[in-house]
């Protein structure tokens, strides 16, 4: 499983962004994507998932309300809509697949930067 993300860029405290993560390859193999974001000087934390199974999304409570995940399904992707950003959301955020034969995210695509500063 191949992941293409995009969508980072610097945007001042209060802004939307709108990430995009697009999975090819064996995508029959995984059950969700999700969004993992590393601050500097910290360790990698989930943000958000999307399971296509009964479509559950799930957040992480720092972006609960102000986040929002969703699932293209044409083009097995997923957005992550990012309104009213804080300073603390600047990270590098990850793509990733998580498959269910292994039960954990097993597949990564490349950081995309997120900087919210004014």
Do not use: H
Not at 47 to 61: I, K, L
Not at 87 to 101: K, S
């Amino acid at each position: 499983v191949q992941l293409q993300a995009s969508g980072g860029g610097l945007v001042q405290p209060g802004g939307s962004l709108r990430l995009s993560c697009a999975a090819s390859g064996r995508t029959s193999s995984i059950d969700r994507l999700g969004w993992f974001r590393q601050a500097p000087g910290k360790e990698r934390a989930f943000v958000a998932s999307f399971r296509w199974s009964g479509a559950v999304t799930t957040y992480a409570d720092s972006v609960k309300v102000r986040f929002t995940i969703s699932r293209n399904n044409a083009e097995n992707s997923v957005y992550l809509q990012m309104n009213s950003l804080k300073p603390e959301d600047t990270a590098v955020y990850f793509c990733a697949a998580y498959d269910p034969a292994r039960a954990r995210y097993d597949y990564w695509g490349q950081g995309t930067l997120v900087t919210v500063s004014s």
